[in-house]
């Protein structure tokens, strides 16, 4: 029997498995993140039971511990949404309850009513393979997006080369049929398995009826408990696979001029924040090679020691400092916002937002909203944008952003692909 700790008590999620647990609470319409943190084997799932979604100032300093979620198109000083953790658990490898935390105790009739529906669902469950035959396979994507999302590209270029800017991130999306076979705590299991480098996970904003899953390797704001605060410059991609299918060993791979150039503007953007709030005490490590998934990109980390500088509010100042970073908007920031508002034609939603825990175990954890998929009434919509400087090339960006969506495709509809 395995032994949960909960202070002093043995926990009534004991036994249950994340998936079910996540189902029941979405099948009782209670919002609710699951996560596993870059580099770490346990999966939390946070469930919001009594507050539904709020809207909050995200300063970290002065939250309870639960879970956020900024758009794209937040500006410093407007609310994020927030799920406050009424219910922490997390699982360890072996997919058992190892820890939770439940403000609300086991006799409050949403829980009781949670884990009487988990345990229903976990004994009936006969278990379907996970994203098989989930995604019909019908794109609703055509040949128009790829030609619209290159003619965007070709208007970047000209607007750098008359000097509007120097770089702008423009995005895309691709669309693909689901229908109720798709299980989505079980892609993101299989996601968390793939990709022990990002940051995995799988939202549901209830009220808005719509999932969002994804395995971000960005990460926008870090709150160690031991006082770091860390940020990072991730741009420049390349393929991380030859036409063979095989993995290009790192120290092979070679970054021309552009990737290095765009690059340099995210890294030079982080700097300039730190200026801005005279803080010159960081860290700054790469740029270095990493893998993301099926992709290298260049990455410089960015580390400050915020009790050795008194500064705990460090995290709530960067975040509206860096958000939108220039991985995800460009150089300078208002005018490429402005041509991405006015070009790309569509809502990014929190798609290149920001999401994750806040204040758990002392931590907080906002990774940018990259390789992301939002689930909503039967439609899959995959998000990817590219950086666009003077040397792009539009074709090439378009591949760089099927690559990107083919992140999260090849783990969750192999079968899909090809
Ligand atoms: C905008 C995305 O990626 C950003 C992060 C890493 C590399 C990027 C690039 O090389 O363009 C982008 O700046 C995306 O994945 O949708």
Not at 132 to 158: C, Q
Request: hydrophobic share 40%; net charge negative; proline share 4%.
């Amino acid at each position: 029997m395995v032994s949960v700790q909960t202070g002093s008590k043995t926990s009534i999620f004991e036994g249950l498995k994340t998936e079910n647990l996540w189902e029941a609470s979405k099948t009782l319409g209670f919002p609710a993140a699951l996560w596993r943190l870059p580099y770490t084997n346990e999966i939390k799932i946070l469930i919001s039971i009594q507050d539904a979604i709020s809207k909050i100032q995200p300063d970290f300093e002065k939250l309870p511990c639960g879970f956020l979620m900024g758009s794209f198109d937040w500006q410093e000083n407007e609310p994020v949404n927030f799920m406050e953790g009424d219910i922490i658990v997390t699982f360890g490898e072996n997919n058992q309850a190892v820890q939770t935390s439940n403000r609300l105790g086991e006799e409050h009739p949403d829980v009781k009513r949670l884990v009487a529906l988990s345990w229903e669902i976990q004994e009936k469950t006969v278990y379907r393979r996970a994203g098989e035959h989930a995604l019909s396979g019908v794109l609703l994507t055509d040949e128009r997006s790829k030609e619209r999302f290159k003619r965007t590209v070709e208007l970047a270029v000209a607007a750098i080369s008359h000097n509007q800017f120097k770089k702008v991130v423009l995005s895309r999306t691709k669309e693909i049929q689901y229908n109720d076979d798709f299980q989505p705590a079980k892609a993101f299991s299989k996601l968390a398995k793939a990709y022990p480098h990002a940051f995995v996970s799988l939202v549901n904003l209830a009220e808005q009826n719509e999932l969002w899953l994804g395995a971000s390797p960005e990460t926008l704001v870090e709150q160690k408990s031991n006082g770091t605060f860390k940020t990072m410059a991730l741009a420049g991609t390349q393929k991380a696979r030859n036409s063979e299918g095989d993995l290009i060993p790192k120290y092979d791979v070679r970054w021309g001029q552009k990737e290095i150039e765009e690059h340099a503007l995210v890294s030079r953007y982080i700097v300039e924040c730190f200026k801005k709030i005279r803080l010159r005490e960081y860290s700054e490590t790469g740029p270095k090679t990493v893998l993301a998934g099926n992709v290298y990109h260049l990455r410089t980390e960015f580390d400050v020691d915020t009790i050795a500088l008194n500064f705990s509010e460090l995290p709530t100042t960067m975040l509206k400092l860096l958000h939108p970073t220039s991985a995800i908007c460009g150089e300078p920031k208002l005018p490429s916002l402005k041509f991405i508002q006015e070009v790309e034609g569509y809502d990014r939603s929190f798609y290149s937002g920001f999401l994750g825990p806040v204040q758990v175990e002392g931590e907080s954890n906002i990774f940018v909203n990259l390789r992301t998929v939002r689930l909503k009434n039967g439609v899959a919509t995959l998000f990817a944008g590219a950086g666009i400087t003077e040397d792009s090339v539009p074709e090439q960006e378009w591949q760089e952003t099927e690559l990107k969506c083919d992140t999260l495709l090849k783990v969750i509809a192999e079968d899909f692909i090809n």
